[in-house]
Each structure stands twice: as structure tokens, then as C-alpha cells.
């Protein structure tokens, strides 16, 4: 199951200048959490949703669940990582999170993705439509195949590369710089593809790049 609870803590603080997202959430107003619904109803609070996700995976151990944007919790890796010892069915992705993840220290998060090889996907928050692609949030613009390799690019660097002071993918979220992690071969290997033939049962014939010829266990089988 891919399952998304909350979204950016800066989602849930007011949309002012000083909001580290204000321009997206500028141009994507419905995207705030701050404050009440349209129905006048108060919005959870950023800790209350992600304790009802905890909730929810503790309950169902023999569901498998992928915790879609960096377990949605980008800004607090500590916590996804207790979440990932504690619950062995607990999987989480990448995607549309290196600006957040990104800009913890590189040494602190290699180490992350070095004891979770086996749980984490690369993801791209990418969608398609009669416009053209968007590419993480979007930036108000049908984004084409050379705004494609500018956004692949940047995350691959994020993973492979040591490079200090990266910019960001998607910088709309947040135009920070991000710190290269340098991953290990076999991690990134594990990342970009093996993790998911694994935990969704593609054979690893029909998925890798390198022509393996065998098929891939499933997780806890």
C-alpha cells in the first residue's frame, strides 16, 4: 500500500513571506493546512497525522506499506528511521523530498540510506498529462523532456556524487542548496531499482538494466 499522510511541515504554518514555501504555496493556495477547512473545521496538526500514519502500519504488521515522500517526513529523518526499525513491513520513496532531505548534513544522511539499503525506493513525484509532464510540484508551466534531465540530473548527483552545495531539483520547494551523499554502488543499485522489483515482484529480468536473469524474493516470503 502507498500511502501518503500530510505533506510539508511548512504546509501547515501561515502562508507569509517568512514561509519557507510561500511560493508554492502561492501558486498552489489549496495545498495549505493552516488555519481551518472550507467547511470551518481545523486542520490536524502536522504531528497528528503522522501519528495516526504510525498507527495505521502498527496495526496491519503483514501489510506491506511505502510511505510515499520520504515516509512523509522529510524534515525529520530520525523519525522515519525509528519508524523503519520498528516496523519491518514499513517502506519508504524518495520522491519530490531531496530539497528537504537534502539539506540535512551528507555524512548523516549516507549513513541513513547505508542502514536502510533494503527500504527505500527512488521516486520522482512525476505526472503526465495532455500539457506535458510535471516534475514535483510544478512550477505553473508544462515541463518538457529537457526539464526532465535537469530534474533526473540533479537527484542523481544528489545520490552519486559528494559534490557540497548542490542546487535544488525542484527549487519552487525550496531553493536551498543540497550536500552530495555519495552512495555506494550496491545502495544506489538497491535504490534506483532492486528494492522495487523486490517489494512489488517484478522480476529483476524485466526490470534491470543489466539484464539479470533471475527473479527477485519477495520481501518476507
Known amino acids: 500500500m502507498l500511502i501518503h499522510s500530510g505533506d510539508p511541515r511548512a504546509f501547515f504554518e501561515p502562508v507569509t513571506p517568512d514561509n519557507e514555501r510561500y511560493a508554492e504555496l502561492s501558486l498552489h493556495p489549496g495545498w495549505s493546512?493552516?488555519?481551518?477547512?472550507p467547511q470551518g473545521?481545523?486542520?490536524?496538526?502536522?504531528?497528528a497525522l503522522l501519528e495516526q500514519h504510525e498507527r495505521r502500519v502498527a496495526r496491519h504488521p503483514q501489510t506491506r506499506f511505502l510511505g510515499a515522500h520520504f515516509g512523509n517526513c522529510a524534515e525529520d529523518p530520525d523519525r522515519v528511521a525509528a519508524m523503519l526499525r520498528r516496523y519491518p513491513n514499513y517502506f519508504i520513496d524518495t520522491a519530490a523530498r531531496v530539497?528537504?532531505?537534502?539539506?540535512?548534513?551528507?555524512?548523516?544522511?549516507r549513513a541513513f540510506f547505508v542502514e536502510f539499503a533494503d527500504r527505500v525506493l527512488f521516486g520522482s513525484d512525476l505526472s503526465a498529462g495532455p500539457t506535458?509532464?510535471?516534475?514535483?510540484?510544478?512550477?505553473?508551466?508544462?515541463?518538457?523532456?529537457?526539464?526532465?534531465?535537469?530534474?533526473?540530473?540533479?537527484?542523481f548527483r544528489y545520490f552519486e556524487s559528494n559534490d557540497p552545495e548542490l542546487p535544488s531539483p525542484t527549487p519552487?520547494?525550496?531553493?536551498?542548496?543540497?550536500?552530495?551523499?555519495?552512495?555506494?554502488?550496491?545502495?544506489l543499485e538497491k535504490l534506483y531499482w532492486r528494492n522495487a522489483a523486490r517489494l512489488?515482484?517484478?522480476?529483476?529480468?524485466?526490470?534491470?538494466?543489466?539484464?539479470?536473469?533471475?527473479?527477485?524474493?519477495?520481501p518476507g516470503k
Open 33 to 37: 493546512f493552516h488555519g481551518v477547512t
Open 41 to 47: 473545521e481545523s486542520w490536524p496538526s502536522w504531528d
Open 99 to 109: 530539497p528537504e532531505f537534502g539539506r540535512h548534513p551528507a555524512a548523516r544522511m
Open 132 to 155: 506535458g509532464m510535471t516534475l514535483g510540484s510544478g512550477d505553473g508551466r508544462p515541463h518538457g523532456p529537457g526539464d526532465a534531465r535537469v530534474f533526473y540530473d540533479a537527484q
Open 172 to 187: 519552487i520547494q525550496g531553493n536551498w542548496r543540497v550536500h552530495g551523499v555519495g552512495l555506494p554502488r550496491p545502495v
Open 200 to 218: 512489488f515482484s517484478v522480476p529483476f529480468a524485466d526490470f534491470s538494466p543489466y539484464g539479470a536473469s533471475v527473479s527477485a524474493p519477495v
